[in-house]
Antibody
């Protein structure tokens, strides 16, 4: 079954860290660029960042640059989002999403996960 | 950054009716690189349309996309019960990619 499943969300205090995972199945994970997108309560979707199919390139939104790190382990069909120095405004549902074409950057998404919730609160 | 505005915020219609959703961009969307997604609570968003007018694989021909430049439209020709959801537009022609706030299509 072709799917993405996020995990690792929860409640975390400000300034602490949390790592999210996105496990893929049903397709050749190592052939596709992957993204993280988030939705804060009552707000629209916000792109967080992207990692290339091989993992060598990452780009981030200004709002998370220097605090978040995206990585992937193609042997485990899994992408990660390491979130450091968390702030209240990072509270959101975090989605992973797959690009539609192999080996070519095309930044819309033909597959999303159901999301994992992160709450930053003291 | 390209800001996307969607209208109306909520569209109340009956099954069988036609839905017309608008997505307007603050600047020209390069290449008309605009996608539409359907999003239901607690579920993963689903790609409907990409490159403004191309239906994604497996999407019913009741869904169609049109437009160019700064004005884009998603049309659902005859609403089925499963179509009541939030619809989002996304532009990926400019950096960073951005999403609209969504139009909720609910049952009248």
């Amino acid at each position: 079954q072709v799917q993405l499943v996020e995990s690792g969300g929860g409640v975390v205090q400000p300034a602490r860290s949390l790592r999210l995972s996105c496990e893929a199945s049903g397709f050749t994970f190592s052939n596709y660029g992957m993204h993280w997108v988030r939705q804060a309560p009552g707000r629209g979707l916000e792109w967080v960042g992207v990692i290339s199919y091989g993992g060598g390139l990452q780009y981030y939104a200004d709002s998370v640059k220097g605090r978040f790190i995206i990585s992937r382990d193609n042997s485990k069909n899994t992408m990660y989002l390491q979130m450091n120095s968390l702030r209240d405004e990072d509270t959101a549902v975090y989605y992973c999403a797959k690009e539609p074409t192999t080996f070519t950057a095309n930044w819309y998404f033909d597959l999303w996960g159901p999301g994992t919730s992160v709450t930053v609160s003291s | 950054e390209i800001v996307l505005t969607q209208s109306p915020g909520t569209l109340s219609l009956s099954p069988g009716e036609r839905a017309t959703l608008s997505c307007r961009a603050s600047h020209n969307v390069r290449g008309n690189y605009l996608a539409w997604y359907q999003h239901k609570p607690g579920q993963a968003p689903r790609l409907l349309i990409y490159d403004a007018s191309i239906r994604a694989t497996g999407i019913s021909d009741r869904f169609s996309g049109s437009g160019s430049g700064t004005d884009f439209t998603l049309t659902i020709s005859r609403l089925e019960p499963e179509d009541f959801a939030v619809y989002l537009c996304q532009q990926y022609g400019g950096s960073p990619m951005t999403f609209g706030p969504g139009t909720k299509v609910d049952i009248k």
